[in-house]
């Protein structure tokens, strides 16, 4: 969740689909942007306050996180297993930013038509390989085809493999088959 927001703001920046006076609404990114040298070009600076948003909300999932443990203090794995809530989570404060942050993408980013339409395009791509390899394993990597032959099942060696893939690597490979 983090990478994947902090990402799509990055893209929705560079796509001019989202602007800094937009962002400076968002609370996060205002905090970000104080952890962050403000003389560079803007491309480098732009990715510093990525990674600086990065940073403030890793720290805080570790914090809480180390927080929550601290205070069951599991004796066994089953302690774990049987907690009230989950452990790995953000602080309370830090939930409230980041729905506010994700809210910003969905009004701002997701639900944009040139997002949309991209993502349609992304789910047909992954559709034609899927479909495409169910058809041909044999088309798969040595080491995917591997696990069909080891018993697995066909479908979730395709994913796995489709799961790996890069944009542009899905892309090609989907022009390919």
């Not at 970000?32 to 990525?50: F, L």
């Not at 409230?96 to 944009?112: D, E, G, M, P, V």
């Amino acid at each position: 969740q983090i990478a994947y927001q902090n990402h799509d703001i990055d893209d929705g920046l560079r796509a001019g689909i989202i602007t800094f006076e937009e962002l400076d609404t968002v609370e996060l990114w205002k905090q970000a942007i104080a952890e962050t040298y403000a003389y560079q070009p803007e491309k480098a600076w732009t990715q510093q306050v990525v990674s600086s948003l990065i940073k403030i909300m890793s720290r805080d999932l570790l914090m809480e996180t180390a927080r929550r443990i601290r205070n069951l203090n599991p004796k066994k794995s089953a302690d774990i297993r049987n907690a009230d809530c989950r452990l790995a989570s953000f602080s309370p404060e830090m939930e409230k930013k980041n729905n506010a942050l994700r809210h910003f993408l969905y009004s701002k980013l997701y639900t944009q038509s040139r997002v949309v339409e991209q993502s349609e395009q992304g789910k047909q791509t992954i559709k034609r390989i899927f479909y495409g390899l169910e058809q041909r394993p044999e088309l798969l990597p040595d080491e995917f085809f591997a696990m069909i032959t080891r018993g697995e099942k066909k479908e979730i060696a395709i994913k796995d493999f489709i799961a790996g893939m890069t944009d542009k690597f899905a892309l090609d490979f989907a022009e390919n088959l």
